[in-house]
């Protein structure tokens, strides 16, 4: 049974950062893809950031160079270092692990952490 933990959300004004980690139960380096998504009150769930098993980084258009992922193998986390935050990105975050197979993607996500960007 593996696990996903999310932790550092929080109330923070507009223009503040947060840091969120997520703590796998089992070593990271077991999954293809690792990221953050985030899904606001009466919207989808939206995809953030992510970072592949060779170290790439990929950003939605709306967080690219404002947010950075990052990764620590040795401690099984991954992490979400977000700058200048807005209102409209009041949302609860996700940790998403993905193990990329021929025939289908194993997605496995975390419970949340609540962000809250407000004055």
């Known amino acids: 049974q593996v696990q996903f933990v999310e932790s550092g959300g929080g109330l923070v004004q507009p223009g503040g950062s947060l840091r969120l980690s997520c703590v796998a139960s089992?070593?990271?380096?077991?999954?293809?893809?690792m990221g953050w998504y985030r899904q606001a009150p009466g919207k989808q769930r939206e995809w953030v950031a992510d970072?592949?098993?060779?170290?790439?980084?990929n950003y939605a258009d709306s967080v690219k160079g404002r947010f950075t992922i990052s990764r620590d193998n040795a401690k099984n986390t991954v992490s979400l270092q977000m700058n200048s935050l807005k209102p409209e990105e009041t949302a609860v975050y996700y940790c998403?692990?993905?193990?990329?197979?021929?025939?289908?993607?194993?997605?496995?996500w975390g419970q949340g952490t609540q962000v809250t960007v407000s004055s």
């Open positions: 970072i592949i098993s060779g170290g790439s980084t």
């Open positions: 998403n692990a993905q193990k990329i197979g021929v025939l289908h993607t194993r997605n496995y």
């Open positions: 089992g070593s990271i380096v077991s999954y293809d893809c």
